[in-house]
C-alpha cells in the first residue's frame, strides 16, 4: 500500500472513531460552539466571548471559545460578500450583527444584507445550528400596517428572509412587538426581557412611596406595571399622539401621582426622542414631578434625540438615563455625564450557554 492509499484511510471516519472523538471533544450534541460577527456585529460579539470566556474559568472549564469576526466585506461595486476562512461543519454557530450601526455609519438594509448572505454562507457549508444574535431587530416596528394606509408587514418579510437564508433560531434583545415571535413560524425564538436588568438599575426605588413608574404609551403598560409590581411602586400610564410625523403630544397620564416626586420612565427605544421630551414637560407641569430616570432598551443615536434629553437634562428634569448597547452607541452619547450605558454581553453569554445545551433559557430572567 502506497502512502496515499495510508493517508486516505486516515481521513475515512468509522463509527467507533467518530464516537471517539465526540467523547474526547466533550463537545454538546448540536456541535463545537463557535461565535460569529459581521463587521457591524463585532463590537458585542467580542465582549461576549470576552464574558464567556470568564464564565467558563468561574466554573472551573478549561475550554476555550471559537471565535469568527468580521465574515463580510462589500466590493467596489457596493455589493456584500462573505468568506470563511475556518471549516464550520457540524459546527453550532452563534451568528452576531447590529442592524443598526450608527457608529460605522452602515445602514440598517447593508447590515441586513450581510447578516442574511453570512447566515447562508454557514448553512451552505455544513454548519449544525445558526443561531441569529440580533440584539437589536430592525423592522420590528413594521409589525402591522398604519390603519387605513397602504403599508406592508415588513416584519415578517424579514423573518421570511432570515429563515430561508438559513438561520433555525433568533435571539433578540426587547423587540417592539412581541408578535414578532409568530413571524417565525416554527423557528424557535427568545425575545429577552430588560425587565431584569431594570430592576437591577433601579433596586434603590424599592418600596418608596414618593415614586412611580411611568409607561409612555400603552404598548408599554404590561412591561412597566410589572416593573412597578416587582419594585412595589405605583404606575401610571400615559396617551399619546402624532399630530404629523416625529410629532408627538401625550395628551393625558392615567395614575395616581399623590405625593408623588420621582418619576421612572421604561421604554423600548429611543428614535428622535419625541415621545419622552413630550412625557417629560408633562410630567413636571401637571404632575410637579420633580427628578425623572429613564430606562430604554435601545438608543438609535440620533442628533434629535441627543439635543432633546441634553435639555431635558440641563432643565433639572431628568437625573439619569439609562441605555443598553443592543446598538453600538456613539460617543456623543457615552460622554453625556448622566447616562449609564449596561452592557449587554453577561446576558447574551448566559443566553449562547444555555441553548448550545439544550436548557431553559427563561431561568436566567425575570418572569413576569
Known amino acids: 500500500m502506497d502512502d496515499k492509499s495510508r493517508n486516505l484511510d486516515k481521513l475515512f471516519i468509522t463509527p467507533e472513531w467518530y464516537a471517539n472523538e465526540q467523547r474526547r471533544r466533550i463537545e454538546s450534541p448540536r456541535g463545537k460552539l463557535v461565535i460569529a460577527s459581521c463587521r457591524s456585529g463585532s463590537y458585542m460579539a467580542k465582549k461576549v466571548v470576552q464574558r464567556y470566556t470568564e464564565l467558563l474559568q468561574e466554573n472551573s472549564s478549561e475550554e476555550d ?46 447590515n441586513y444584507m450581510a447578516f442574511l448572505i453570512a447566515a447562508r454562507t454557514f448553512r451552505e457549508h455544513g454548519a449544525n445550528h445558526i443561531t441569529a444574535m440580533l440584539p437589536y431587530l430592525a423592522y420590528a416596528r413594521q409589525d402591522k400596517p398604519t390603519r387605513y394606509m397602504r403599508e406592508p408587514t415588513t416584519a415578517k418579510l424579514m423573518a421570511d ?18 408578535q414578532i415571535h409568530g413571524f417565525y413560524g416554527a423557528t424557535p425564538v427568545n425575545l429577552l426581557s430588560s425587565l431584569s436588568l431594570f430592576i437591577k438599575e433601579f433596586e434603590e426605588f424599592r418600596n418608596r412611596d414618593d415614586v412611580i413608574a411611568v409607561a409612555p404609551d400603552a404598548g408599554a403598560s404590561k412591561f412597566v ?33 399623590r405625593e408623588k416626586k420621582v418619576a421612572i420612565i421604561l421604554d423600548d427605544l429611543i428614535s428622535s426622542a419625541g415621545t419622552i421630551y413630550s412625557l417629560i414637560q408633562k410630567l413636571v407641569k401637571d404632575k ?29 428634569y431628568l437625573e439619569r438615563a439609562v441605555f443598553t448597547n443592543s446598538i453600538p452607541q456613539k460617543k456623543s452619547f457615552r460622554d453625556l455625564p448622566f447616562v449609564d450605558i449596561c452592557c449587554l454581553s453577561d446576558e447574551l453569554s448566559r443566553t449562547i450557554n444555555r441553548i448550545h445545551y439544550s436548557s431553559s433559557v427563561s431561568e436566567i430572567f425575570y418572569q413576569a
Open 225 to 257: 406595571t410589572h416593573f412597578g409590581r416587582e419594585l412595589n411602586i405605583n404606575s401610571a400610564i400615559a396617551s399619546k399622539y402624532r399630530p404629523k410625523p416625529e410629532e408627538v403630544i401625550t395628551t393625558e397620564i392615567i395614575g395616581n401621582f
Open 161 to 178: 428572509l432570515s429563515v430561508q437564508a438559513g438561520i433555525d433560531r433568533l435571539v433578540a434583545w426587547h423587540p417592539h412587538s412581541s
Open 288 to 316: 410637579e414631578i420633580e427628578q425623572i430616570f429613564l430606562g430604554v432598551s435601545h438608543n438609535l443615536c440620533s442628533e434629535k434625540a441627543l439635543n432633546r434629553l441634553q435639555e431635558l437634562h440641563d432643565e433639572n
Open 65 to 110: 471559545v471559537l471565535y469568527i469576526e468580521d465574515i463580510d466585506k462589500q466590493f467596489s461595486d457596493t455589493e456584500t460578500g462573505v468568506r470563511l476562512e475556518k471549516h464550520v461543519g457540524g459546527y453550532d454557530i452563534f451568528l452576531f450583527q447590529a442592524l443598526s450601526d450608527p457608529v460605522s455609519g452602515r445602514s440598517v438594509d447593508q
